[in-house]
């Protein structure tokens, strides 16, 4: 079954720009690395620019468990958290597919 993710960010006033780039630069290694992940999609808050939204989607638990475990998302991790003002808030959604 299928799975959803949804991850809210805050970041650090002054550090957006350096956030986005360490992000995108996961992105891709998300999808050349992870074929158990349908999408992965960092999204800017219009009300807030420090706050951002990441929609994730994956095949299954098993390919969730096997991001968060991943090397490329441990190293991201420990760039990203000098860059965000306290600690993401985490959904875990049941994905509805056709």
Do not use: W
């Amino acid at each position: 079954m299928a799975i959803g993710l949804l991850a809210t960010i805050t970041v650090q006033e002054g550090k957006n720009a350096e956030f986005e780039q360490a992000f995108m630069e996961l992105t891709a290694q998300v999808r050349a690395n992870e074929p158990g992940n349908v999408f992965y999609a960092l999204n800017r808050s219009t009300s807030n620019p420090q706050v951002y939204k990441v929609m994730e989607q994956y095949a299954s638990p098993e390919a969730l468990d096997a991001h968060s475990k991943s090397e490329h998302f441990q190293a991201a991790n420990q760039k990203l958290a000098g860059l965000v003002a306290a600690a993401p808030e985490i959904e875990i959604l049941d994905a509805i597919t056709g």
